[in-house]
């Protein structure tokens, strides 16, 4: 049995496995689009959930503003 580097087996790899990373990450990013628009108030009642759940985020800590349009998550 052949004994291998594995630093230097990752290294030689990276490079590769970056490539193909992007490679899928670009392919994922095409999803076809909504074929059904939403209504505005489904629309309006979305973006009121979201505000609500910002807000919930900042009071609880879990989001915290950096400056005006800079945040940080908090995963725990």
Known sequence: MRAINFE???QEIRK???HYQLKRRA?????PTRRRHRDA??????IQLAIKRRKQWLKDGRL???????YR????
């Open 8 to 10: 230097q087996h990752v």
């Open 16 to 18: 590769k496995a970056r």
């Open 27 to 31: 392919q994922q990013s095409h999803r």
């Open 41 to 46: 108030s489904a629309r309006q009642d979305l």
């Open 64 to 70: 915290e503003q950096l400056g005006p349009r800079h």
């Open 73 to 76: 998550l908090h995963l725990d």
